[in-house]
Structure formats: structure tokens, C-alpha cells
């Protein structure tokens, strides 16, 4: 098994006697299915349906004081929490921004079951978050029988699996959900009640409109930058995101290149050539099962 610190992340709390239903109100996933031990994905979106901040979600246990805490982007933290309390109102909550971090663990099974320890429900193969001060890492690590290593890897392993990393992969405040596959990647609770968004959520789902996607692309031995266009031929069709080992991660429009494929022209980015892994799923409804 592998573990790696990742120091690009933060942990937010969120509690009070009113904390389940005050989150359950502002973001994408339905806080009323947590509880200790089990991990959701989610975002804060604006009124217009864009992500302010994607985020992972767990009920904190009874003896670490309860509440909600919320594994997000470091870098975005102290803007979570700025504009948690600004719908606060009220409501019977407080929020802040802990002194915590994250060891992601992953390829293998755990030797010992920590605290604050959760499954990462996008995608079975990312293995498990824990949350944990960040000079505990390597004494974590041992105690579940993991190799630490630089969360260099772990970024590779993210890449290789196609799970975009906002900042990188899309830009926050201006993508929707959709385009950054967290209906595919159990990000959206399509059942659940009213939250901010929530109305153009919705209608692009039952509407299929996402013509943007964020899709797994094969590279060469150099790797384009980040933020370069993906060009069809000499037209933009979309952006290179991160990229590490031959692998990376590009939003592009699903239609344009679609047609780019039916009309044998490569995709480059940079002047470098890359090639879709799954070509099949610009050719997919946009239109997607509920989580």
C-alpha cells in the first residue's frame, strides 16, 4: 500500500445542531446519507450553477466532537468558510478552518483502521482519505502498513484514473458540475432537495445540454503545459489540464471533437499529438443516470 501527504489540501468543520441541514441546503450531494467512516463528493456552486469549491465530505464521530468536516483545496479553504458563514444567517452553526490535512492511501489494504478515516467515493481505485495534522504523516503511514511516498504519485495515480483536480484540470467559478464529470463520479445528488445551483444543475441533466467534459487523453513522452489549447487541425476545441507518465486530463467540447474523429484529424496540444483513451465517450449521451 502507498500513502502520500498531499499539502495541496485543507479541512474545513462545519457543526452545530443545525449543521446537517444547513449544508444539506447549499451543496450538490445529500448530507442526510453521512455518517463517521463514510465519505461523499460534493461542491458549493454559485447561484449560476458554477463550482466555487469541490470538496470531500464526512461526518466527524461523536468522540472528535461531531460535526461535518470538509476535505477541500487548501488553497480555497478560507474561501469556503467565508462564504459558509455568509449563508449562515441564524442558523445554529459554526464554521472554521482546522489545522488538518490529508494522507491519501491507496493499492493495497489497511494493516490498522485510523480515525477520520474514509473511503474516496469518486472512484474505488483512489483508496482511502485520512484526515490527520500534517506531522503525524509518517507515523499514520507505518501504522497502516503503508510505503509514504511523495504525493507526486498520487497525482499520476489521479491522472491515470481521469479524475479532474480543480485549478489544473478546469477553473473554479467557471465550470459547471457537469463539465467536470462529478454527475459521473457521484458528485450530484439529483434527488435530493433544493441547494445553490441547483435549478441549472438540474436542467442540464434532464436536458443532456453539457457539451464540455473533461476526458482522459494518451500522451508522448513530453507532456503539453497546462492551460495550452487543444487544437482539431488549426480550430481550439479545448484545454489541456494536468498531465504525468503518458497520461493526462483535457476539457474539450465532446461534439467538435467528435467531429474532429469522424474527420481523421488529430488533436495536439502544445504542437504535441494526443489521443483520446476512451474516444467512445465523446460519443456518449451528455444525459447520465442520477447518483
Same mark, same amino acid.
Given at each position: $500500500? &502507498?500513502?502520500?501527504?498531499?499539502?495541496?489540501?485543507?479541512?474545513?468543520?462545519?457543526?452545530?445542531?443545525?449543521?446537517?441541514?444547513?449544508?444539506?441546503?447549499? /451543496?450538490?450531494?445529500?448530507?442526510?446519507?453521512?455518517?463517521?467512516?463514510?465519505?461523499?463528493?460534493?461542491?458549493? %456552486?454559485?447561484?449560476?450553477?458554477? =463550482? /466555487? #469549491?469541490?470538496?470531500? =465530505?464526512?461526518?466527524?464521530?461523536?468522540?472528535?466532537?461531531?460535526?461535518?468536516?470538509?476535505? +477541500?483545496?487548501? !488553497?480555497? !479553504?478560507?474561501?469556503?468558510?467565508?462564504? %459558509?458563514?455568509?449563508?449562515?444567517?441564524? #442558523?445554529?452553526?459554526?464554521?472554521?478552518?482546522?489545522? %488538518?490535512?490529508?494522507?491519501?492511501?491507496?493499492?493495497?489494504?489497511?494493516?490498522?483502521?485510523?480515525?477520520?478515516?474514509?473511503?474516496?467515493?469518486r472512484n474505488d481505485a483512489l483508496g482511502l482519505r485520512i484526515l490527520i495534522p500534517e506531522d503525524l504523516t509518517?507515523? @499514520?503511514?507505518?501504522?497502516?502498513?503503508?510505503?509514504?511516498?511523495?504525493?507526486?504519485?498520487?497525482?499520476?495515480?489521479? /491522472?491515470?484514473? *481521469?479524475?479532474?483536480?480543480? *485549478?489544473?484540470?478546469?477553473?473554479?467559478s467557471d465550470a459547471f458540475p457537469h463539465e467536470t464529470n462529478m454527475d459521473r463520479l457521484a458528485g450530484v445528488?439529483?434527488? &435530493?432537495? +433544493?441547494?445553490?445551483?441547483?435549478?441549472?444543475?438540474?436542467?442540464?441533466?434532464?436536458?443532456?445540454?453539457?457539451?464540455?467534459?473533461?476526458?482522459?487523453?494518451? @500522451?508522448?513522452? =513530453?507532456?503539453?503545459?497546462?492551460?495550452?489549447?487543444? $487544437?482539431?487541425?488549426?480550430?481550439?476545441?479545448?484545454?489541456?489540464?494536468?498531465? #504525468?507518465?503518458?497520461?493526462?486530463?483535457?476539457?474539450?467540447?465532446?461534439?467538435?471533437?467528435?467531429?474532429? @474523429?469522424?474527420?481523421?484529424?488529430?488533436?495536439?496540444?502544445?504542437? @504535441?499529438?494526443?489521443?483520446?483513451?476512451?474516444?467512445? /465517450?465523446?460519443?456518449?449521451?451528455?444525459?447520465?443516470?442520477?447518483?
Open positions: $500500500m &502507498k500513502s502520500a501527504f498531499l499539502p495541496d489540501r485543507g479541512v474545513v468543520k462545519v457543526a452545530g445542531e443545525d449543521a446537517r441541514n444547513f449544508l444539506n441546503g447549499l /451543496i450538490t450531494t445529500d448530507v442526510d446519507r453521512l455518517k463517521p467512516g463514510l465519505g461523499r463528493f460534493g461542491a458549493l %456552486l454559485t447561484p449560476q450553477g458554477k =463550482i /466555487i #469549491a469541490d470538496f470531500l =465530505i464526512t461526518e466527524a464521530p461523536a468522540g472528535h466532537g461531531g460535526g461535518f468536516l470538509i476535505d +477541500c483545496p487548501k !488553497a480555497l !479553504a478560507d474561501t469556503l468558510a467565508t462564504k %459558509l458563514k455568509f449563508y449562515k444567517l441564524r #442558523a445554529k452553526v459554526t464554521v472554521e478552518n482546522l489545522d %488538518l490535512g490529508v494522507l491519501a492511501a491507496w493499492d493495497g489494504q489497511l494493516a490498522a483502521q485510523p480515525d477520520l478515516a474514509f473511503a474516496d467515493p509518517q507515523k @499514520l503511514s507505518d501504522l497502516i502498513g503503508a510505503e509514504l511516498v511523495d504525493a507526486t504519485d498520487y497525482e499520476a495515480h489521479r /491522472i491515470a484514473l *481521469g479524475v479532474p483536480r480543480g *485549478g489544473l484540470d478546469f477553473m473554479y445528488d439529483f434527488d &435530493k432537495g +433544493c441547494y445553490v445551483g441547483q435549478e441549472v444543475v438540474s436542467r442540464m441533466q434532464h436536458r443532456g445540454t453539457a457539451r464540455t467534459r473533461s476526458v482522459k487523453v494518451l @500522451l508522448d513522452d =513530453i507532456s503539453p503545459e497546462v492551460g495550452v489549447s487543444v $487544437m482539431a487541425g488549426d480550430k481550439p476545441v479545448g484545454t489541456m489540464g494536468s498531465s #504525468a507518465q503518458g497520461k493526462g486530463i483535457a476539457l474539450v467540447r465532446i461534439d467538435r471533437v467528435a467531429d474532429a @474523429l469522424d474527420a481523421g484529424q488529430p488533436l495536439t496540444a502544445g504542437g @504535441l499529438t494526443l489521443t483520446l483513451a476512451e474516444p467512445e /465517450i465523446v460519443r456518449l449521451p451528455s444525459k447520465q443516470p442520477t447518483a
